[in-house]
């Protein structure tokens, strides 16, 4: 299972917040193409966190099982 | 780990009481006060009447505890607070109240800069822009 956190307008795109993913294990970039696939996320512009820590997009990274992934469009505090 | 999102809104009032709230630490000599209100920007022929704010709170959290952390190793500060609204602020109002305290007054506008600088750029914080006609848009900070 891996969770997957969405925010603003890609948690608008995937009208939810949050999914859990029923999958062991799979590339970042896997996972990636799986959500393109969904709701067509390519076309957002977003940063990937895993576990709370931002990752490059590009980067051959394995998530497993109890990763917690968020894709974050960008920020827009103060 | 310091509480900093606040459900609507940062009152004056809140603001009033943090500083009332320094009056018996003797060893500050200076603060300073970054307060960011919402702008009503123009978007086409309409304007933005509120922001509402989201945030990943436990990966903001973790951010700005590393903020805070950096902060005090770079400058000499006595305390700092961070504050930043979740929910609807309207245009007028204010969504974030950084207040940085030290001895001497240079440290403190150096680290107010450094510190909202850095909220705006590494913490993960959405805001959806409400237009009168009820419309949104999703600001990024630029």
């Known amino acids: 299972m891996i969770t997957v956190n969405y925010f603003g307008n890609i948690a608008?795109?995937?009208?939810?917040?949050?999914?859990?993913?029923?999958?062991k294990s799979l590339d970042l970039g896997e996972l990636l193409d799986l959500l393109d696939s969904k709701y067509d996320i390519r076309k957002f512009q977003f940063q990937v966190a895993v576990n709370r820590k931002i990752v490059?997009?590009?980067?051959?990274?394995?998530?497993?099982?109890?990763?917690?992934?968020?894709?974050l469009p960008p920020f827009a505090g103060g | 780990m310091k509480k900093v999102f606040l459900e609507g809104a940062i009152s004056p009032e809140f603001i009033a009481d943090s500083i009332a709230k320094h009056q018996g630490k003797h060893s500050i000599g200076a603060h300073n006060i970054f307060l960011g209100q919402v702008r009503a920007d123009v978007v086409g022929d309409q304007k933005?009447?509120?922001?509402?704010?989201?945030t990943?709170?436990?990966?903001a959290n973790e951010k700005l505890h590393e903020i805070r952390e950096a902060a005090f190793e770079k400058f000499d500060l006595t305390c700092l607070h961070i504050y930043h609204s979740l929910g609807t602020v309207k245009v007028g109002e204010i969504c974030i109240f950084v207040f940085v305290s030290s001895p001497r007054r240079k440290?403190?506008?150096?680290?107010?800069?450094w510190l909202v600088n850095k909220v705006k750029e590494e913490?993960?914080?959405f805001g959806k822009e409400i237009l009168d006609n009820a419309d949104h848009q999703w600001k990024v900070n630029s």
């Open chain 2, 123 to 125: 913490v993960p914080i």
């Open chain 1, 12 to 23: 608008e795109a995937a009208q939810s917040d949050s999914e859990i993913l029923d999958q």
């Open chain 2, 56 to 59: 990943y709170e436990e990966m």
């Open chain 1, 56 to 71: 490059s997009k590009q980067q051959t990274l394995s998530i497993s099982e109890d990763d917690e992934v968020a894709l």
């Open chain 2, 107 to 113: 440290q403190v506008y150096e680290a107010t800069e």
């Open chain 2, 48 to 54: 933005v009447v509120a922001i509402e704010y989201t």
